[in-house]
C-alpha cells in the first residue's frame, strides 16, 4: 500500500472513531453528572451543554480539557480541531490527540463518573 493509499485509510478511520466516540459521548452527556469533572492524566472530562441565543436550540456532550485549555466538544458536528456554528452555538471541537485520549479511556471516564453518581447517592441519604 503506498503512502497516498494509508493516508486515505488512517483518514476514513479517523472519521470513523470520531463518530464512535460522538455518538457515546452524546449518550453519556445524558447520564452522568452535569455538575463534576473527572480527571485523567493532563485531560478532564466533563458535561459542557451549547445553547443558541437566536434559535431554541441546545445540544449537550462530554467535553475534554488539556492543562489549561479551553473545553473542546467529542462530536462529529465538524472537522476535528475546528470550531462549528451552528444555529448561534459556537461549539468548539477536540482536536485527534483528545479524541484518541477519549476512545482510549472510555471505560475510564465512565467508571469515574459512575464513583461520582455513587458518591452523591450515599451524600443524598
Given amino acids: 500500500m503506498g ?8 483518514q476514513r478511520m479517523m472519521r470513523e ?3 464512535l466516540a460522538a455518538y457515546t459521548a452524546e449518550k453519556l ?9 473527572v ?4 485531560y478532564r472530562v466533563a458535561v459542557r451543554w451549547y445553547m443558541s441565543l437566536e ?7 462530554l467535553a475534554v480539557s488539556r492543562g489549561y485549555d479551553e473545553w473542546r466538544a467529542i462530536t462529529d458536528l ?9 444555529d448561534g452555538m459556537v461549539i468548539p471541537i477536540a482536536d485527534e490527540d483528545a ?6 479511556h472510555a471505560n475510564e ?3 469515574k463518573f459512575e464513583e461520582i453518581k455513587g458518591r452523591d447517592r450515599e451524600c443524598i441519604k
Fill in 17 to 19: 472513531l470520531q463518530e
Fill in 99 to 104: 479524541f484518541l485520549f477519549f476512545a482510549e
Fill in 78 to 86: 465538524g472537522p476535528m480541531g475546528s470550531v462549528k456554528e451552528i
Fill in 3 to 10: 503512502y497516498k493509499e494509508v493516508s486515505v485509510v488512517r
Fill in 29 to 37: 452527556s445524558h447520564r452522568v453528572s452535569p455538575y463534576h469533572d
Fill in 55 to 61: 434559535h431554541a436550540a441546545s445540544y449537550s456532550t
Fill in 109 to 111: 471516564i465512565v467508571a
Fill in 39 to 42: 480527571r485523567i492524566g493532563d
